[in-house]
Structure formats: structure tokens, C-alpha cells
């Protein structure tokens, strides 16, 4: 039973998931923002949304190792499932774009959280300390999407974009997303707190692999649809800005529900693991080079073997 529940919990979250970026998307062309910008900021927030849904949820419900587990593991599979398996079906030329500031705020945001994470504890202060950096990013968005507002919106570069689409259906997709999440994150909790405590798992361990691939699912969606397209661009912005918002935003947001301890386990491997993963995007952000089919098998590979020590 507990099984079904997880099942049908990402099920839900994973319609909800896309019903949320495919109305905040087409808002968002409708209002002229860049394909770029909209990656980084509505797309990267709308597959974050089951990350923050969760982790709150985690909170209330007295299972925050869920919680942390869940976004330093989906941090994770973002970069290196979530990149690793488009890149096995198709060239991602990320060459062609430029990323790098977004990317460096990524890392800053990165060291960030791993530095409060050393206090042992995240408490309200430092939700308050990971919100700012929220804003500022938000800020520096708002700031190139009013530089590139005279330019034509390439609204063929975004999964689920429709110039067509009405004002009430861009609403009806937004509605089912907000009510969605919740329910799948509530269903998807349960299921997973039980299924730990059967197998005699961690909370922590749970939210590391179990909650994260399966949050993890509509960034991957994305990224596999933006790399067969060849927008690299779009598919590199989901995962960059899928991270920093799970960082600044989900558990900024998060630790104001409760405190969050943080586990030693955290503290030796995988918060390491998290920051080397997002280390491994230096060749294709600052170097220039497109993530080929054998930086596919490398990633995921990497992956599997992270997994693997896990269980």
C-alpha cells in the first residue's frame, strides 16, 4: 500500500508539476520575458515546486531529515541524472550559450547553504539569510528580462509554450498545479516515511534517493524535451535555476515551519557530493564544452555509484 501511495503521489505531482509550468510559462511569454530568463526564474520554480511542497510538509509532519535529504539529493540528480540521461540521447551544445553568471550564483548559493549547514542546525535566521539570496537572484532576473524585453520571444524554446493559448486555460493550468502539489506531496510523504521505517532507512537516506529522483522527475522531463529541441540553453537554465531555488527558496522557506538538524552523515558526504556534482558544470559553463553522449555516461554513472554507497 505504501507503494501505491508514493506511486500515485508522484503521479500527481508530476501533472501538477506540469500543469504549473505550462500556465506560469505562457504567462510569462505573454508578458515578453526571454525563453532564457523564464528558465531560470518560472520553469526553474514550477519543477521546484514539489521540492518545496515536500520539504514543508517534511517539517509540519516531524521527518525534516525528509527534508534536507530531499533537496540536497535532488541538487544532485539534477545535475548528474537529470543532464546525464538527455545527454545520452542527444549533444547538448552547451557552448553556445552563456550561463555564467547564473551559474556562479549557483555555486555562491551552494557554499552558502553549506556554510549554515555547519552551524548544525538550520533555524529561522538561516531561512531569513537563504531568502535574501533569493531576492537578490530574483532581482539580477528581473534586471536582464527588462534588458531583453524589446527582443522577440522565442516562445518555440519552452516545453509547453502555446501563443494560442486563452487567459482562462494559462489560469486553469496554474489552478491545477496549486492544487495539486500539496496533495501529491502529502501522499508521496506518507508513503515514503513508512516504506523507510519498514526497511529499517533513514529518513535522511529516503529523502537522498527515493524523493529526490522522484521530485526530480519534472526537471528531467524538461531538460529530455529542451535537448532533443537543441536548447541547450533552456535545459542548462532549468537545472541551474531548479538548484538555486531548491536551496534558497525551498529551504529558506522551509526552516520557517521549524528547525532543521543536520546530520553528520550531511556533513562528511553528501552535502560534498552536492557541491562536487555542481563543480562538474565548470567545463560546460566556463569552458565552453557541449556535454556529449560520453559526459552523459559519465554523469549518470556517477550517479548510480552515489546511490549505490547510499543503500
Known amino acids: 500500500m505504501e507503494w ?4 500515485i503521489g508522484l503521479a500527481i505531482l508530476l501533472f501538477a508539476g506540469d500543469a504549473l509550468v505550462k500556465g506560469a510559462v505562457n504567462l510569462s511569454l505573454r508578458l515578453g520575458v526571454p525563453a532564457l530568463i523564464v528558465s531560470l526564474t518560472i520553469v526553474a520554480f514550477g519543477t521546484s515546486a514539489p521540492e518545496l511542497l515536500i520539504s514543508v510538509q517534511s517539517v509540519l509532519d516531524g521527518v525534516p531529515g525528509l527534508a534536507l535529504g530531499n533537496v540536497v539529493g535532488s541538487n544532485t540528480a539534477n545535475i548528474l541524472l537529470v543532464l546525464g540521461i538527455p545527454a545520452l540521447l542527444a549533444t547538448m551544445h552547451t557552448s553556445e550559450h552563456d550561463t555564467r553568471s547564473s551559474f556562479v550564483q549557483m555555486l555562491t548559493a551552494t557554499a552558502l547553504f553549506i556554510g549554515l549547514c555547519f552551524f548544525g542546525v538550520l533555524t529561522w535566521i538561516s531561512g531569513l539569510i537563504l531568502l ?10 528581473f534586471q536582464q528580462a527588462r534588458k531583453a524585453r524589446n ?3 522565442a516562445v518555440e524554446d519552452l516545453e509547453g509554450a502555446d501563443p494560442s493559448m486563452s487567459k482562462l486555460w494559462i489560469g486553469i493550468w496554474i489552478v491545477i498545479g496549486l492544487i495539486g502539489l500539496p496533495v501529491g506531496a502529502e501522499l508521496l510523504i506518507r508513503g515514503a516515511t513508512t516504506i523507510a521505517q519498514t526497511f529499517g532507512l533513514s529518513e535522511s537516506v529516503i529523502g537522498l534517493t527515493l ?3 522522484g521530485t526530480s522527475l519534472p526537471e528531467l522531463a524538461t531538460t529530455v524535451v529542451a535537448a532533443i529541441r537543441r536548447q541547450a540553453d ?3 537554465g532549468n537545472v541551474i535555476g531548479s538548484n538555486m531555488f531548491n536551496l534558497l527558496a525551498i529551504m529558506g522557506i522551509a526552516t520557517l515551519f521549524g528547525p532543521i538538524p543536520v546530520d553528520e552523515q550531511f556533513l562528511r558526504v553528501d552535502l ?14 566556463l569552458l565552453k564544452m557541449n556535454i556529449t ?4 555516461v559519465f554523469l549518470t554513472l556517477a550517479y548510480g555509484v552515489y546511490v549505490w554507497s547510499l543503500l
Do not use: D, K, N, Q
Not at 501505491?4 to 506511486?7: F, K, Q, R, S
Not at 553522449?293 to 552523459?296: K, S
Open 234 to 236: 533552456v535545459a542548462l
Open 293 to 296: 553522449r560520453l559526459w552523459g
Open 4 to 7: 501505491i501511495l508514493v506511486a
Open 132 to 141: 535574501t539570496g533569493l531576492a537578490l537572484m530574483l532581482g539580477w532576473s
Open 211 to 213: 524523493v529526490a529522483v
Open 272 to 285: 560534498w557530493v552536492m557541491a562536487g556534482a555542481s563543480l562538474l558544470l565548470v567545463p560546460f559553463v
Open 151 to 153: 527582443a522577440e520571444p
